[in-house]
């Protein structure tokens, strides 16, 4: 009779003798796994409250596609790093004191950006696309902070 690799349960075939024993192993086998897997899961639990944590925020906008304009993201604390995710792979990372962004995938590859507290703030162009305002283009947006 052949076993699985991780756990060594039983794998049968057709002329295998299924007896219960094997069943029984097997099942003390799995509930072995689980409750250690709990017991981990606990444990990391209370290791990770000891070291603190990062905050995480989200939202999203909608690009205008106007030209000339600033766009603003207010956040509700200063983060240690800002996400923009846009169309096409296009990404802005940037953290507070910044003042430019690289915008991948585009012919600049370079966006002014500001910061005022928690407020992160670039102009646009004509090129809105590039300049993460793409009309209609939903972007996504993700802060960390540590605690």
């Keep these: 009779m052949a076993e699985t690799g991780n756990y060594q349960l039983k794998q049968w075939e057709k002329t295998d003798r299924i007896q219960m024993e094997d069943f029984n192993t097997d ?12 017991d981990d ?3 990391l639990t209370a290791a ?7 905050k995480i925020w989200t939202t999203s906008y909608t690009g205008t596609g106007n030209a000339v304009t600033s766009r603003s993201l207010q956040f509700p604390w200063v983060p240690a790093a800002v996400l923009i995710i846009g169309v096409d792979g296009r990404t802005v990372l940037t953290t507070p004191g910044a003042t430019t962004a690289v915008v991948p995938f585009t012919s600049t590859g370079i966006m ?14 004509a090129l809105g696309d590039i300049r993460m305002n793409q009309k209609d283009s939903v972007y996504q947006v993700i802060a960390w902070a540590s605690v």
């Design 48 to 54: 990770m409250a000891l070291y603190g944590n990062c």
């Design 41 to 43: 899961l606990v444990a």
């Design 112 to 125: 002014s950006i500001s910061w005022s507290g928690t407020t992160l703030t670039w102009q646009t162009d």
């Design 27 to 38: 099942n003390a086998k799995t509930d072995q796994a689980l409750a250690q897997q709990r």
